[in-house]
């Protein structure tokens, strides 16, 4: 598995020192391949190993039957993950009658930016849009310190609230399929990406070119998606995913798309619209 992901390397915690030679009390977090230095830490700092990981996920997958679906990682190996398939599904949604796959996914880093954490990822399949929900069962994170078996163990009570709270994602994913979209709606979710407002060309007198550029793209995206899903909230999310997914500007280095949906720009608007959409439901 590791050699599927490229992720059959270790980190190791390599002692910093003093311009004087003397010990500074700190480590340096260093890939043991590459020598890329991620962050640094104190010396009760535990690195949490991809072989971990990989272990933890196989056999979580033996217990729960979810199979083994994806993994990879981002910025050189700063964070990296593994993925298993959800057994929750969505069959014929919106117009044209799309499918959307759920997944399980383990996150972890070696910079410093998180302790492992579990979220629901999910796919459309049509246009291959990834939204990485902020569910509350991320709040949940393994233990370093424990066994094996307790890490497997706290893994899959955390994933059982992970799959729930995906069900109830899915349940607000068919709502938006059958709200009607309003001009009003579309203005607001781009005002809040891009700054623009499209209702009133005079309030944008400020805007820079790189904004209205961005407010083009996403309107783009919005229209293309709602001329294939349908004129609904559904058919808005889904021009936003594909902003996020296909179109935004991400940095120049592997994987930085997948980056920015799961931990970065991507998952902030993301989230933010789907949580804007969701509330107009009531």
């Known amino acids: 598995m590791l050699d599927r992901y490229a992720l059959n390397w270790s980190v190791k915690k390599t002692p910093l020192l003093l311009p004087s030679g003397g010990d500074s ?19 009760s700092y535990i690195p949490f190993q991809n072989s971990e990981l990989a272990e933890m996920l196989i056999r979580i997958s033996e217990k729960t039957g979810y199979g083994l679906h994806s993994g990879g990682s981002f910025n050189g190996g700063g964070k990296v993950f593994l993925q298993l398939e959800s057994p929750n599904k969505i069959a014929n949604i919106g117009e044209n009658r799309d499918k959307v796959n759920g997944y399980l996914t383990g996150l972890n880093s070696h910079d410093g930016s998180t302790s492992l954490k579990w979220g629901e990822t999910n796919i459309t399949i049509s246009c291959r849009n990834t939204f990485m929900a902020a569910v509350r069962a991320l709040k949940q994170t393994a233990r370093h310190t424990a066994s094996i078996h307790a890490r497997v163990e706290d893994a899959i009570k955390t994933l059982t609230g992970v799959v729930t709270e995906e069900k109830n994602l899915f349940e607000r994913f068919i709502k938006l399929s059958s709200a009607p979209v309003t001009r009003g709606h579309i203005a607001s979710i781009v005002k809040d990406i891009t700054e623009i407002d499209v209702l009133n060309e005079s309030n944008n007198k400020e805007a820079s070119t790189y904004a209205r550029n961005r407010a083009t793209e996403l309107l783009t995206a919005i229209n293309s998606e709602m001329n294939q899903k349908g ?8 021009g936003v995913t594909k902003y996020t997914s296909h179109i935004m500007p991400t940095p120049d280095r592997e994987n930085a798309r997948l980056e920015s949906i799961y931990t970065g720009t991507g998952f902030s608007i993301n989230n933010a619209a789907f949580a804007k959409l969701s509330a107009s439901l009531n």
């Open 231 to 238: 004129q609904t909230l559904w058919g808005l999310f889904s």
């Open 25 to 43: 009390g700190f480590f340096g977090i260093v890939r043991e391949d590459t020598q890329k230095t991620f962050t640094t830490c104190k010396d």
